[in-house]
């Protein structure tokens, strides 16, 4: 397996103390995080993971079944556990490091010392939200514009969304049908994010998060709605690096 092509590094830095990964919502590609990689600190290099179906990887068909999906970053991830390591997922990619991180509990492989869990409910307490990615075309693509997510530049453009919808539909369809398996807890610290206006993620999924993990926890909650982290973006970024 091609290690280089599930992820992406904005800003090498190979004398870095700590790498941090970067798990994208659904729909995201590694764009949506360069601007944060950027300006993180000179100790800390940021690697995006880079999902089939979108960017440079545009021409793969996206996988559709969320444990097939971290398999291959399992495999893929293994030359970068050289050193320290961090989980930041959003929305679906926290469901993608949370069921990573215990892949690699269960191989005894190295683990994250800190999880990130950001706009995203614990698996354990079923999702309120109505599944979305059998819709129609026209109300599939309301409802993730309800999210605020995307942009409206992309949005407004229908044959750019035609290009797009395959690869978001097929996002909602792996987590919308991810079925928890129980687990033990993990042994890092997690750190949960949540957005104080959030229609889709309630706080008591986010403050659920605590029996995930045999080590510390932490919940906060920013100004904002699902994508809290693009105007809250300074405030998550400093949260992330005064637990790190």
Not at 132 to 138: A, G, K, T, V
Not at 145 to 174: C, H, V, W, Y
Request: contains cysteine; hydrophobic residues 40%; proline residues 9%.
């Amino acid at each position: 397996m091609n290690s280089n092509q599930w992820f992406a590094c904005p800003k090498p830095n190979p004398k870095a103390e700590t790498r941090l990964f970067f798990f994208p919502y659904a729909g995201g590609a590694p764009s949506a995080f360069h601007k944060w990689c950027k300006e993180l600190p000179d100790n800390i290099e940021a690697l995006i993971v880079h999902y089939p179906g979108r960017g440079s990887r545009y021409k793969e068909p996206p996988i559709k079944k969320l444990y097939i999906l971290v398999e291959n970053i399992y495999q893929a991830i293994q030359p970068f556990l050289d050193k320290p390591f961090a989980f930041f997922g959003h929305s679906m990619g926290g469901i993608i490091a949370f069921e990573l991180a215990q892949v690699l509990k269960q191989n005894n492989s190295p683990q994250p010392i800190a999880l990130f869990m950001s706009a995203c409910g614990v698996p354990h307490i079923p999702n309120p939200n109505q599944p979305i990615h059998s819709l129609s075309d026209i109300e599939f693509l309301q409802s993730v514009k309800d999210l605020n997510g995307t942009p409206s530049e992309i949005l407004d453009q229908p044959e750019l969304m035609q290009l797009l919808l395959p690869t978001l539909r097929a996002d909602f369809e792996l987590i919308e049908t991810y079925q928890f398996a129980s687990t033990s807890p993990i042994n890092c610290p997690i750190f949960a994010f949540g957005g104080l206006d959030d229609p889709r993620v309630s706080r008591e999924r986010i403050e659920a998060w605590a029996i995930h993990t045999n080590s510390h926890f932490e919940a906060n909650f920013f100004e904002g709605d699902h994508f809290f982290i693009n105007a809250a973006k300074e405030s998550v970024t400093q949260q992330i690096l005064s637990s790190l």
